[in-house]
T-cell receptor, first 109, second 114 residues
Framework: GQQVMQIPQYQHVQEGEDFTTYCNSSTTLSNIQWYKQRPGGHPVFLIQLVKSGEVKKQKRLTFQFGEAKKNSSLHITATQTTDVGTYFCAGPRGNQFYFGTGTSLTVIP | DGGITQSPKYLFRKEGQNVTLSCEQNLNHDAMYWYRQDPGQGLRLIYYSQIVNDFQKGDIAEGYSVSREKKESFPLTVTSAQKNPTAFYLC?????????????FGAGTRLSVL
């Protein structure tokens, strides 16, 4: 069945360094979504990508959807302590969403 | 304020006991979902419902049951058949199916076994 894998599982960065997480699907996705979960909190929707090769930016966050619509990435420029949390990608499967395993980001002040 | 309310925030279950987690939304969303999250893990789908009086099993439905008698409510019962229930349970909703819509999540319920 469809699987969505994310790497890395954990990432520690010094504040000010960049961060990237990658999401890979075994099947083509109609769209991909990204969520952020702060420690002790619940996932919050960040963005949805729909088109092949799409790139979207939210301030220091850049989201990309691969040309084949099977992979995606989230890049954070110049991380801040407020970026701490786990970032999940999610792809649709029928009427369900299938979440990646997440990348936990720690930012060292 | 529109949103999803989960209660209780913390819940303790005794051996052999069934417990019910509440999830209510006032977003007028058709679809609702229950996920289980274990420490350091992703979200695994337990059950989902696209419309009232209809629901489908997710990947880990064994030991759980749900009902969808009202559009706003989607309670989850963790039965005694679920031998390892300790986890963080998240309820979510979306306007429709997963085709093009994102999910809103509740604040979650942390379930522990006494």
């Amino acid at each position: 069945g469809q699987q969505v894998m994310q790497i890395p599982q954990y990432q520690h960065v010094q504040e000010g360094e960049d961060f990237t997480t990658y999401c890979n699907s075994s099947t083509t996705l109609s769209n991909i979504q990204w969520y952020k979960q702060r420690p002790g909190g619940h996932p919050v929707f960040l963005i949805q990508l729909v088109k092949s090769g799409e790139v979207k930016k939210q301030k220091r966050l850049t989201f990309q959807f691969g040309e084949a619509k099977k992979n995606s990435s989230l890049h954070i420029t110049a991380t801040q302590t407020t970026d701490v949390g786990t970032y999940f990608c999610a792809g649709p499967r029928g009427n369900q969403f299938y979440f990646g395993t997440g990348t936990s980001l720690t930012v060292i002040p | 304020d529109g949103g999803i309310t989960q209660s209780p925030k913390y819940l303790f279950r005794k051996e052999g006991q069934n417990v019910t987690l509440s999830c209510e939304q006032n977003l007028n969303h058709d679809a609702m979902y229950w996920y289980r999250q274990d420490p350091g893990q992703g979200l695994r789908l337990i059950y989902y419902s696209q419309i009232v009086n209809d629901f489908q099993k997710g990947d880990i439905a064994e030991g759980y049951s749900v009902s969808r008698e009202k559009k706003e409510s989607f309670p989850l019962t963790v039965t005694s058949a679920q031998k390892n229930p300790t986890a963080f349970y998240l309820c979510a909703s979306s306007m429709g199916g997963a085709g093009g819509l994102f999910q809103y999540f509740g604040a979650g319920t942390r379930l522990s076994v006494l």
